[in-house]
């Protein structure tokens, strides 16, 4: 893993597209919710053992890995024959903000820079995380792939934004913990990318080493004070 302290000139950046799950929120919620409390649940509602039928879910989360299908909460409901997000209000005080998130959206408004939530997640899913915290106070915009009907990995899941969020890929950050969807945004032209290694809190780092990596967002906040000293001094 390769970690850097503050890789951007901010006079280059316009605006910051941030993942939420495990980057701008702790994945431990989703870790725990989708790995321990589901397939505890489904076990009892079909009379299996947790072991059987964690085994059976891990099976069917992996045939649509990747795909919309995977992060949208109705297709979970009408296939396991649960309510997830009810089952998601049974874990939902494990909901968390990585540290320094505020600060560092805050900073970012200090510059005037648009703040833009781009996320995978279902709109039901995200309209739970945005209520359990701060983060809808500290962005211009929220988008859901879902709006799109494209998931982040696709190819085609950046033409389509760019028609509802007009942007400059060179003059844009984007932040997220997926190095699949790192690679997408990569491939569309994005010059500012940035990792995110540890998703989840009660894991270990994950290598990243094709893109810089923040091991929190405090590394960003001197570039981003610096930026604005300079901003105020320039004045």
Known sequence: MTTTNDPID????????????????????????????????YGEARGLSFEAARAELHARYRDIAGTLDWYCVDHW?????????????????????HPH???????????????VLVTNAHQKTLALKLERTPLAGHLERVISAHDLGIAKESPEFWPAF?????????????????????????????????????PDSKQPPRR???????????ALLPGLAASAQSTVSGA
Do not use: C
Request: proline share 5%.
């Open 10 to 41: 901010w006079t280059q950046i316009d605006t910051v597209f941030l993942d939420m799950d495990g980057t701008l929120l702790d994945l431990h919620f989703d870790n725990h919710f989708w790995l321990e409390h589901v397939p505890r649940r």
């Open 208 to 218: 990243t080493d094709e893109f810089p990596a923040i091991s929190d967002f405090s």
């Open 77 to 97: 409901s009408r296939e396991l024959g649960l309510d997830i997000v009810l089952l998601k209000r049974e874990v939902e005080h494990l909901i968390a903000v």
């Open 101 to 115: 998130v505020p600060d560092f959206l805050e900073a970012l408004a200090a510059l005037g820079k648009r703040r």
């Open 162 to 198: 760019q028609a509802i969020e007009p942007f400059d890929p060179e003059r844009t950050l984007f932040v997220d913990d997926d190095l699949d969807v790192l690679r997408a945004a990569r491939a569309y032209g994005f010059s500012q990318l940035l990792a995110v290694p540890a």
